[in-house]
């Protein structure tokens, strides 16, 4: 890969229902552009309580002559629930909102699942436009059409599949992304490049000072690699029957430390890359991969700011009774993905526990 001037745009192959992503800095006042993707003359803008102060008058200037409303959630996880799916469809029934009409998702992953799950129950169906504000969703949650909330239960239990009709990645918005934030969303791309794209992750490794330094080029090639490579495997299995799996490298660990950790300790993005981690000792452990492989991960995450260590105070009993509970286990074992290095992701059915819990307790004993 090559560094590209700004601005790029890249499809989503999903024929009839293929959408574009743009990225590039200045996209929420390119009106015209995005207004292209409504068809209707209704829209309701969801948002939060951060991102609208910051971000909404922009959007609102592009909707002037439609009939549209706003809907605000608090921030935060806490608030992708049943609870505000059913005030936004309440809020489209006072808009009068016919089939025809837009939810336009302005926010981070909490507001752009929650709003496209929206879009997917009202009337069965209705189109929506995700603008991603931090950079983990302009990479991953925008891209591919999951949509969904949070039970009580547990995270992203209900939802549906429901492309967007278009992705708005304006990289101006990311100049106010706090740097913890920032360095989730690099997190998700050094996932992609470690499951499928080695040359990405090469060229990252070389590139990590430019992205330290968010500078522009460098950080648009990085999102347009790490869309260009997710829009490829969404296409190829958009409702995750098989290669879409993949996407998940480090999840299991990851969401095992990140609910061990209340959800604070780790954010999601610190729990992928310390999940990626695992997985790779995992995968060595196995004979799956060698450890060059596992030291050039801890490398790059290290030099990009993001945690390699499990938290003080782990227990690796209590993560791996989390890890049992994992969406993608089938018949009561362990199904994992892991790696043959760098660049070659595989799904890996009825993992070991002894060797899972050996890896955690080095980790959780700071051996790791
Ligand atoms: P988030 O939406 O909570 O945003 C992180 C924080 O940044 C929030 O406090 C938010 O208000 C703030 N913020 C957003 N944009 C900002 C900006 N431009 N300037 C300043 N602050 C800003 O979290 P996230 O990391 O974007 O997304 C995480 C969510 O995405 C989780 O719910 C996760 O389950 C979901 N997710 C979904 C998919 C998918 O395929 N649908 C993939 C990955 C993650
Ligand atoms: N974030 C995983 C997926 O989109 O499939």
């Not at 935060?76 to 006072?94: D, P, T």
Request: glycine residues 12%; hydrophobic residues 45%; neutral net charge.
């Amino acid at each position: 890969m090559t560094d590209q001037p700004n601005g790029q745009t890249i499809d989503v192959a999903l024929g009839q229902r293929s959408y574009p992503v743009w990225i590039g800095r200045g996209l929420l006042d390119n009106h015209a552009r995005w207004r292209s993707a409504l068809r209707g003359r209704h829209a309701l803008v969801i948002s939060n309580r951060t991102v609208a102060p910051l971000y909404l008058e922009r959007i609102a200037r592009g909707l002037e002559g439609l009939h549209w409303s706003q809907f605000l959630i608090e921030d935060g996880e806490a608030h992708k629930s049943f609870h505000n799916v059913g005030l936004a469809l309440e809020a489209l029934a006072a808009l009068g909102a016919t089939r025809d009409a837009c939810v336009i998702a302005l926010g981070g992953g909490v507001v752009g699942d929650l709003a496209g799950f929206t879009a997917a129950c009202w009337m069965r169906g209705i189109d929506f436009i995700q603008i991603p504000t931090t950079l983990l969703s302009m990479v991953d949650s925008s891209v591919g059409g999951k949509t969904g909330v949070n039970l009580p239960a547990g995270k992203n239990l209900v939802g549906a599949f429901h492309q967007p009709r278009a992705v708005v990645a304006d990289i101006g918005t990311l100049d106010s992304l706090p740097d913890r934030q920032y360095r989730c969303g690099l997190a998700e791309i050094i996932k992609g490049a470690a499951i499928g794209d080695a040359e990405l992750f090469a060229w990252l490794e070389q590139h990590a000072p430019a992205l330290n330094a968010r500078e522009e080029t460098a950080l648009t090639a990085a999102i347009a690699a790490k869309v260009r490579y997710k829009a490829g495997v969404v296409a190829r299995d958009e409702t995750e029957q098989g290669e879409r799996a993949l996407l998940n490298l480090g999840h299991t660990f990851g969401h095992a430390l990140e609910t061990a950790g209340h959800y604070t300790a780790l954010l999601h993005g610190e729990g992928v890359a310390v999940g990626m981690l695992l997985a790779g000792r995992l995968s060595e452990r196995l004979g799956m991969s060698g450890a060059a492989d596992t030291q050039r991960m801890q490398r790059l995450l290290q030099a990009v700011g993001l945690p390699t260590a499990v938290p003080a105070g782990f227990d690796a009993e209590q993560l791996l009774a989390l890890m049992r509970l994992d969406k993608k286990n089938i018949a009561g074992t362990l199904r994992l993905i892991l790696w043959r290095g760098i660049g070659r992701a595989e799904i890996v059915a009825g993992v070991n526990e002894a060797d899972v819990l050996a890896v955690l307790n080095e980790a959780t004993r700071g051996l790791g």
